[in-house]
């Protein structure tokens, strides 16, 4: 079956600039995450949401970073007036919840703010 | 708060060899231990899992895992390695008793296995 998907897959923009990332979870999982894996580096948790719960969004960087998920499946991440140390690749998982699941990850979305 | 530690940022064996990349964990319940691989611009894909039972897990492409409790240890294995297994490999820990949103996988820095022929 089809797998996370992301969009776009690249994105250059100016700084400045806002930008929006999609994601599309497998259908049927409840718990949707995003990551930020900057060059050579680990995961940096950002956003968490599970079903109808408040999102945990504790590791969001900076008021200028917002998530939302309509109606339990896509998922957009929106990074406002864009800063060059927002460059990294932007990874989303989903799974079926958060009990002893495994997360599927999507290809990310490689954003360079130049 | 939990945590999980990889101490080596590279690890190299020679193809046939065997192969252990380490990492250890801190949470304040029961773990749910987990291993990723990801390969040159992809994202990552799941290994292996310790929920419960057994120590010793094993996962895809011939490898396991080994939970010591007493250690606090998940350190993954494999008993030959391939060039192919060269990659980064991320390990994550979640509290089993944490449940909601308060559930989330933390992950480690990464470990990069480098096998050469």
């Known amino acids: 079956g089809a797998g996370v998907s992301q969009s776009p897959s690249n994105k250059v923009t100016e700084k400045g600039k806002d930008v929006e990332l999609r994601c599309d979870p497998i259908?049927?999982?409840?718990?949707l995450y995003w990551y930020r894996q900057r060059l050579g580096q680990g995961l940096e948790f950002l956003i968490y949401?599970?079903?109808?719960?408040?999102?945990?969004k504790s590791g969001l960087p900076s008021d200028r970073f917002s998530a939302e998920r309509t109606g339990g499946s896509v998922s957009t991440l929106t990074i406002q007036r864009t800063q060059q140390e927002d460059s990294a690749v932007y990874l989303c998982?989903?799974?079926?919840?958060?009990?002893?699941?495994?997360?599927?990850f999507g290809p990310g979305t490689r954003l360079t703010v130049t | 708060a939990q945590s999980v530690a990889q101490p080596e940022d590279q690890v190299n064996v020679a193809e046939g060899n065997p192969l252990t990349v380490k990492c250890t964990y801190s949470?304040?319940?029961?773990?749910?231990l987990f291993w990723y691989v990801q390969y040159p611009n992809r994202g990552l894909q799941f290994l292996l899992k310790?929920?419960?039972?057994?120590?010793l897990v094993k996962g895809s492409y011939g490898f396991e895992a080994e939970f010591n409790k007493s250690q606090t240890s998940f350190h993954l294995k494999k008993p030959s390695a391939l060039v192919s297994d060269s990659a980064l490999y991320f390990c994550?820990?979640?509290?089993?008793?944490?449940?909601?949103?308060?559930?989330?996988?933390?992950f480690g820095t990464g470990t990069r296995l480098q096998v050469t022929l």
């Open positions: 259908s049927g999982h409840t718990a």
């Open positions: 998982a989903s799974s079926l919840g958060t009990a002893v699941y495994e997360q599927y």
């Open positions: 949470v304040s319940g029961n773990p749910y």
């Open positions: 994550a820990v979640r509290d089993a008793f944490r449940t909601g949103t308060a559930s989330k996988l933390t």
């Open positions: 949401f599970q079903g109808n719960s408040a999102p945990d």
């Open positions: 310790y929920i419960t039972g057994d120590n």
